[in-house]
């Protein structure tokens, strides 16, 4: 198996993920799913598995819907999907085509849509999913990818009342037929999206009957296995190297292939400290392929004005920390700083709250706070001058 | 270029070649999908290397049916949608079928929105259940001209069709595949281009060379003043393989009247390119480059923000692009960072613009890079007057006022350092980086001392090779050169080194003391007594050389001889171990036991005390008690393994040497036997004596059977070899 860094794996070369998605299927049989993680984990490649291999009597539909910027947009990418599996079947989407040779006084052919129409999108949508559910004896299932950016998009484009109609209609599409189950994933974070709609007073519970998860990194011995595949796969054999990659990267699969493949690139001999190397130059150097600075320049993106002074100051705190914080010990340590005087507890914890859904930061068996990731923390800790 | 004709002149990057065949092959036969980026400054062979792995691609029968190949042209402007690529992309299908043609041009009848959904469906009919490679050149242009929206429709693409691969390849790593932010991050796996090294652009300019039947180039390439012309063009050309391919056609002018208009009409016609280069840059980067164009040596950020009037910051920030976009590079020395143009040919090239007074300072430049400090003063002296000659001039006057070269004196300061704290490995890289900046054929010599005391012994000579290549009469370098040859073992060759450093210095004596030791190791004695000579000639209180001369002569079985310069060498360093050992070994091999013997304990004392290993071997001892009253053998021969006891080899080493002496004619056969026989008796249950026991068994049936190569089948090749080397013959092949 060759080192594959962003590029798209084979069903068979997504290792590691088994009992992952065995759990996924059985939520699916109950409700749908948000599946989230930061992003180069490994959320696109654990869905299009589940798209390659569907359990039996499942109708399963992957699409990114990152480009789409739309409703109509949507629709037309939904409709489109559905046609593929109903083509053929007798009066198969007669509903939808009736619908539409109505609205825009013409038949209409394709999955492209007349403007016309683009009023009538929720109407349109939802007797799409009908036809479908009506010829689908077992269960239909879509994965779509990148829904908070397409979210995002329309939030931008066309305001939040229409993000805010699309979350509410397909939440009622799944509140209507219960084989119909939907799989989000993103890399952005919903709440981010929601958080906006909130201070509109347009935001509902428009998620809040889907089950959420969170993509993981791998267990080690899975980190160390797929580590020995690839090197194997770049004819590297140095002992222990696989483990010792795994563990350098927090057993994070694209950062697994993303070592292997710059051990592959290097003219000097691999040794366990090439790996050090890598890591420190991906941590350190500012023009790296790994774009730390991401982690410090979207607090200021994404998080309300006021609060950021308060996230940056919990993220210093636990960077420093070398073993968790429970959370009076972190207030008490961060009220004594004088820019942080007016943080209170509440505030804490919604800070918190967001810095864990972000995946900043974990909680540990006890309630105490740390960083989610100790390469994130150590790059946090450098690159804020923290020692 | 033909496919044949790409693959002849390729070098250096066979592995990454085959790699991208390799991910595009399982692209195409697996639902793995490989995303590629060739990373390359201009000029670095990214389009060669694009080309060839389309023509392998291309090739591959089992492929044709399953592949559908988009090749975008290299300046793809006015893509700046995801419907404008989708287009470009079903423009670029090769073959396309004149009614896909006509379907494409359907397109343009639509309205935007419906182009693109009505483009992507055509696209994914074309592919159907076949991959497309995607190549496409600057993929940052690409992006920018997608913008954010097109670069997530692309994405969306990728993934929602999973039936595309893409080559692509860009001057550097950009954003839109760096930043998180960017729907494409970490999507594409980076292949950075290696710059050529001197002995790959070497193999380069010699592909190129055939390829042209140009066999008189190829010959060229191939001589000491070849390659010294490929380093100026790598100094000139910083790796840059295009710049080889440019230069080719100069390298083997030899005249300079001839070099001199043929480069003048080259530097103009590469200004352009270079000019070109300036127009991707800002303007406060241009104003850095511009500086470096105007700086001789390299210059530190401080330098550079004081000069431009930028902040330290911005100055770093900006070079720190400068450096990513391949226009300079920085090299560290201790703390210090030193950022210089990447290409001192672009620094040639605009700066030919300024010249104001008459002299062109790109020519001075290039008489610099291109000719040794003896070949400037050669021509200087040739050529009389007129323009030439005033460049000769300032070139040689700049030759001589290398140190001014901030980084030299910085060096100097380190590799001081690192020797006084014995940091070898740290001196050697201080070394190496003051023969990069600077090369003198001095330089060199520092370089290979250092290597020496490392025992890098094969690194260490070709540094004394390319000393040489500066400075002929370097006699440093000789007398080095001959240091490493004796430690290969390369007798023959170090005593040559030796000759010709002392031809080029004929005091110096050292060199004479070495070449002494070299003909020892040759066997000729009288020659090495003739060179201790002339070291003690030149520094008569040389105590080393006094003991050599005296061993020496006790090998010609010159006792007495050997014992007065022995002594000599006594009486100017009585502590001086080595000759204690050399004094009491001859008077043992003299016969003077009691003397000796007691000698000989002190001595073989001091060195236990100090925890060294006896320097000298038993040979002088056991080749005088050769030729003794054998009855004395037994207690002799018993006494010595007793006193060697903590040092077995001196006696094991000094058995095997004196079957040289066994074997000539001075020894009778009887003799020779008995000797054998009393060693055996005496040596034959311990360990360390069994690989002499069996060579002196060899050794005395060749005495008997000089003629039988069967004798020698009795040993292993390396023993022969041993055994042979010992008893000075030529190597004798066994007969079937």
Not at chain 1, 258 to 285: C, F, G, M, W
Not at chain 1, 348 to 355: C, D, E, P, S, T
Not at chain 2, 413 to 418: E, G, H
């Amino acid at each position: 198996m060759k080192p594959n860094p962003g590029g798209q794996l084979a069903a068979d070369e997504v290792l590691g993920r088994d009992k992952l998605i065995a759990r996924l299927w059985q939520v699916l049989e109950r409700q749908s799913l948000l599946l989230t993680a930061e992003r180069r984990m490994g959320k696109t490649s654990v869905i299009k598995k589940m798209t390659a291999q569907p359990l039996p009597q499942m109708l399963v539909k992957f699409r990114d819907l990152e480009g789409l910027r739309t409703p109509l947009e949507f629709v037309e990418a939904v409709l489109h999907d559905v046609q593929q599996d109903l083509s053929g079947k007798e009066r198969a989407m007669g509903g939808v085509r009736a619908l539409l040779k109505e609205l825009s006084g013409a038949e209409v052919k394709g999955f492209k849509l007349p403007k016309s129409v683009e009023q009538h999108w929720k109407t349109i949508l939802t007797k799409t999913i009908e036809d479908l559910m009506t010829q689908q004896d077992g269960m239909v299932i879509f994965f779509w990818d990148e829904m908070p950016m397409m979210l995002d998009n329309i939030n931008r484009d066309l305001g939040e009342t229409v993000t805010m109609e699309i979350l509410t209609t397909l939440r009622s599409l799944r509140q209507t037929h219960s084989n119909l189950r939907m799989v989000f994933t993103g890399s952005i974070g919903l709440h981010h999206v929601v958080t906006q709609l909130k201070k509109v007073g347009a935001a509902g519970a428009t998620t809040n009957d889907m089950h959420q998860e969170e993509v993981t990194p791998l267990e080690l011995d899975d980190a160390q296995l797929l580590a020995q595949e690839l090197l194997t796969g770049a004819k590297i054999d140095v002992k222990d190297l696989a483990r010792s990659i795994a563990e350098s990267v927090d057993l994070v699969p694209y950062y697994i292939h993303h070592i292997v493949d710059e051990l592959q690139q290097l003219k000097s001999p691999i040794t366990r400290k090439s790996v050090a190397d890598i890591i420190l130059d991906n941590l350190y150097n500012p023009s790296n392929r790994w774009d730390m600075a991401h982690y410090r320049e979207r607090i200021d993106t994404y998080y309300e004005s006021p609060i950021v002074p308060f996230a940056l100051g919990v993220l210093d705190e636990l960077a420093v920390t070398a073993t968790s914080l429970p959370l009076p010990d972190l207030l008490q340590r961060l009220q004594v700083q004088s820019n942080l005087q007016n943080l209170d507890r509440e505030m804490l914890l919604k800070v918190l709250n967001l810095l864990q859904r972000d995946h900043y930061i974990g909680q540990q068996n006890a309630g105490a706070y740390v960083f989610r990731f100790p390469l994130i923390q150590q790059y946090w800790k450098l690159s804020r001058g923290l020692g | 270029m033909n496919p044949a004709d790409l693959e002849s002149i390729f070098v250096q990057r066979e592995a990454i070649a085959a790699d991208l065949v390799d991910r595009i092959r399982e692209s195409v036969l697996t639902p793995t999908k490989h995303h590629s980026l060739i990373i390359g400054a201009r000029g670095m062979g990214k389009t060669h290397l694009v080309s060839l792995v389309y023509h392998r691609v291309q090739a591959m029968a089992d492929l044709k049916e399953r592949i559908l190949i988009a090749w975008l042209r290299e300046e793809e402007w006015g893509i700046t949608s995801f419907l404008k690529l989708l287009l470009r992309i079903l423009r670029a299908i090769d073959p396309l079928d004149p009614a896909i043609q006509q379907r494409i041009e359907a397109l343009y009848e639509l309205s935007p929105a419906e182009a693109e959904q009505s483009a992507m469906s055509l696209l994914t009919e074309i592919i159907g259940d076949r991959t497309l490679l995607l190549i496409t050149e600057n993929l940052d242009d690409l992006f920018k001209g997608l913008g954010d929206r097109g670069q997530q429709q692309l994405r969306a693409f990728l993934q929602n069709s999973g039936c595309c691969t893409i080559l692509a390849t860009a001057p550097r790593l950009f954003n839109g595949v760096q930043s998180r932010n960017k729907p494409l991050y970490g999507f594409f796996r980076p292949v950075r281009l290696q710059e050529l090294t001197a002995a790959e652009a070497v193999q380069l300019l010699i592909r190129i060379a055939s390829l042209r039947e140009q066999t008189e180039l190829v010959d060229f390439l191939k001589t000491p003043m070849g390659k010294a012309r490929v380093q100026a063009v790598e100094h000139l050309a910083g790796g840059n393989p295009r710049i080889y391919v440019i230069f080719a056609e100069f390298l083997s002018r030899e005249s300079l009247e001839e070099l001199v208009q043929p480069f003048m009409a080259l530097l103009d016609a590469l200004t352009p390119y270079y000019q070109s280069r300036m127009q991707y840059l800002s303007s406060q980067q241009r104003e850095i480059v511009e500086f470096l164009c105007d700086r001789k040596y390299p210059a530190t950020v401080k330098d550079i923000a004081q000069r431009c009037f930028i902040t330290s910051q911005t100055t770093s920030s900006q070079l720190k692009e400068l450096k990513e976009k391949g226009y300079v590079n920085v090299e560290s020395i201790g703390r210090e960072s030193f950022y210089a143009l990447k290409e001192p040919l672009m620094r040639i090239c605009l700066g030919m613009k300024k010249e104001r007074d008459g002299t062109l300072k790109f020519m001075v430049d290039f008489l610099r890079a291109w000719y040794s400090k003896d070949e400037l003063d050669m021509l200087h002296q040739r050529i009389s007057d007129g323009f030439v000659h005033k460049h000769l001039e300032l070139a040689l006057q700049e030759s001589n006022i290398n140190e001014k070269d901030p980084r030299v004196a910085i060096c100097l300061d380190l590799i001081k350092s690192c020797y006084d704290l014995g940091l070898l490995d740290d001196e050697l890289q201080y070394i190496q980086k003051l023969t990069t900046i600077r090369g003198t054929g001095e330089d060199w010599v520092k370089q290979a001392s250092c290597q020496l005391r490392l025992e890098q012994l094969k690194e260490a000579l070709i540094s004394c090779d390319n000393a040489l290549a500066i400075e002929i009469g370097n006699c440093n370098a000789w007398y080095l050169r001959g240091c490493c040859l004796g430690m290969l073992n390369r007798y023959k060759e170090e005593a040559t080194s030796y000759i010709q450093a002392i031809f080029y210095q004929p005091d110096f004596y050292n060199a004479y003391y070495n070449l002494g030791i070299a003909l020892v190791s040759l066997g000729h004695y009288e020659e090495a007594i003739s060179s201790y000579d002339m070291a003690i000639r030149f520094k008569p209180d040389f105590p080393q050389a006094w003991n050599n001369r005296g061993t020496a002569f006790a090998r010609l079985d010159h006792y007495e001889d050997a014992l007065t310069c022995i002594e000599k060498a006594i009486k100017i360093d009585p502590n001086y171990v080595d000759a204690l050992g050399s004094q009491a070994e001859i008077l043992l091999g003299m016969n003077r036991w009691n003397e000796g013997s007691e000698a000989i304990k002190n001595v073989l004392n001091l060195f236990q005390k100090t925890n060294k290993s006896y320097s000298g071997d038993a040979y002088l001892i056991l080749n005088g008690l050769l030729s003794q009253d054998s009855s004395q053998w037994q207690s002799r021969i018993t006494d010595l393994i007793n006193w060697f006891d903590p040092f077995p080899t001196a006696v094991t080493n000094g058995l095997v040497s004196a079957c040289k002496k066994l074997i000539s004619p001075l020894i009778s056969d009887t003799t020779a036997t008995l000797w054998h026989d009393t060693w055996h008796e005496l040596t034959h249950q311990l360990p360390e004596y069994q690989l002499p026991l069996r060579l002196l068994t060899t050794a005395l049936h060749y005495k008997q059977k000089p003629d039988d190569p069967r004798v020698w089948m009795e040993l292993s090749i390396e023993e022969r070899k041993i055994l042979q080397q010992a008893l000075g013959i030529d190597s004798v092949a066994p007969r079937d």
